[in-house]
């Protein structure tokens, strides 16, 4: 079970940070990840991160968004600098059982959380 928090309206040029917590009988590391989707739209990979604490960013979002992790089970998407186009729902990710990730594909993943709304504003 993955839970996130955070979404909200903001306007273009703000931040927001979101949490997600994953509850989980594996005790192992496991890869975590950040999706997103907008109306009319496929699910996008937005970032992941390792059991390391590598990270890796979608073109669209590098330089203005940065993922992170605290222990095993909880990952935070802080978001810079939002633009219109970042509005979506927010999806939290675990890819239980690979300490390291393999990628931004949705099919990698096979725990989800039920999303966060963030909408920018012009």
């Known amino acids: 079970h993955l839970a996130e928090s955070g979404g909200g309206s903001v306007e273009a040029g703000g931040s927001l940070r979101l949490s997600c917590v994953a509850t989980?009988?594996?005790?192992?590391?496991?890869?975590m990840a950040w999706f997103r989707q907008a109306p009319g739209k496929e699910r996008e990979g937005v970032a992941n991160i390792d059991s390391v604490g590598t990270p890796k960013y979608a073109d669209s979002v590098q330089g203005r968004f940065t993922i992170s992790k605290e222990g095993r089970t909880t990952s935070y998407l802080q978001m810079n600098n939002l633009k219109p186009e970042d509005t979506a729902v927010y999806y939290c990710?675990?890819?239980?059982?690979?300490?390291?990730?393999?990628?931004?594909?949705?099919?990698?993943?096979?725990?989800w959380g039920q999303g966060t709304q963030v909408t920018v504003s012009s």
């Open positions: 989980t009988t594996y005790t192992g590391y496991f890869c």
């Open positions: 990710a675990a890819d239980l059982g690979n300490t390291y990730c393999s990628g931004l594909n949705r099919d990698n993943f096979a725990s």
